[in-house]
């Protein structure tokens, strides 16, 4: 894993006591789970972007990311 991938990923933070420890972004409400779900309906970044203005464009790159290496089984290296 390269430096830039290190750091998109070290935008997921996981804590238990938020949206049942599944991972999120930027320690926000907002599960990397949900995003993928909304670009696997059809939505562009755009569009998902007006919808969640709490949301960044590097979020979407990283639920991108972190599914690919989820899929390939790599090891995901959260922040606290």
């Given at each position: 894993?390269?430096?830039?991938?290190q750091?998109?990923?070290?935008?997921?933070?996981?804590?238990?006591?938020?949206?049942?420890?599944?991972?999120?972004?930027?320690?926000?409400?907002?599960?990397?789970?949900?995003?993928?779900?909304?670009?696997?309906?059809?939505?562009?970044?755009?569009e998902?972007?007006?919808?969640?203005?709490?949301?960044?464009?590097?979020?979407?790159?990283?639920?991108?990311?972190?599914?690919?290496?989820?899929?390939?089984?790599?090891?995901?290296?959260?922040?606290?």
């Amino acid at each position: 894993m390269d430096a830039k991938q290190q750091a998109l990923l070290n935008r997921i933070t996981i804590k238990p006591g938020l949206m049942g420890g599944r991972p999120t972004f930027r320690g926000l409400r907002f599960p990397v789970s949900d995003i993928l779900e909304l670009l696997a309906n059809g939505l562009t970044e755009a569009e998902i972007l007006e919808q969640h203005p709490i949301l960044e464009q590097l979020d979407i790159q990283t639920a991108l990311l972190y599914a690919s290496m989820k899929v390939k089984n790599t090891a995901v290296i959260y922040a606290a």
